[in-house]
């Protein structure tokens, strides 16, 4: 009896901490694949939350970052999120795909290649969106390669 307690304990606690998928579909017509992760708590600074959730649409990946503070509009020129190391080296994305929302909490999307994360661990991002940008450590519950992990 006390095995299956624990065995059930053990279930849960791994279920309540596993990455989760919002949406993983397959289109019927074009096959098609789409998969998105939750959003996840990044980190937090002057008192906002920085969110971010990894997508794949095929065989092209992305991350989407939104803040709780208003920090522009998504979309918009000049939109970057800078991802920083302990030692010092940066993958920065510069190119925010989506269409311009200047909404509350409006989600920035960057194509971004798997490959360059692969071992890089961030102890910072800065996100940036038209009216400025706020520097979050990175205190996310999951590393960015298992989050990445759930999209292949």
Same mark, same amino acid.
């Given at each position: ?17 596993? $990455? ?19 959003? +996840?708590t990044?980190?937090k ?11 794949r649409?095929?065989?092209? +990946? ?7 503070g208003d ?9 970057? !999120? ?18 311009v929302?200047?909404?509350?909490? !409006? ?16 102890t ?9 940008f ?5 205190e996310?519950?999951?590393?960015? $390669? ?7």
């Open positions: 009896m006390r095995s299956l307690f624990l065995t059930i304990a053990t279930t849960v606690a791994l279920s309540a901490t596993a $990455q989760e998928l919002t949406l993983d579909k397959v289109d019927e017509f074009t096959g098609s694949t789409l998969k998105l992760t939750k959003d +996840y990044a980190g600074s002057l008192g906002y939350k920085l969110f971010i959730g990894f997508r649409v095929d065989s092209s +990946y992305g991350v989407s970052l939104w803040s709780t920090q522009g509009c998504a979309g918009a020129v000049g939109n970057y !999120a800078i991802f920083l190391d302990a030692n010092g080296n940066t993958i920065k994305l510069d190119d925010d795909i989506s269409d929302d200047c909404a509350d909490m !409006a989600s920035s999307v960057y194509v971004i290649d798997p490959s360059e994360f692969e071992s890089f661990v961030p910072k991002i800065r996100f940036a969106q038209s009216e400025g706020i520097d979050y450590p990175f996310c519950e999951f590393t960015i $390669q298992q989050l990445l992990t759930v999209i292949k």
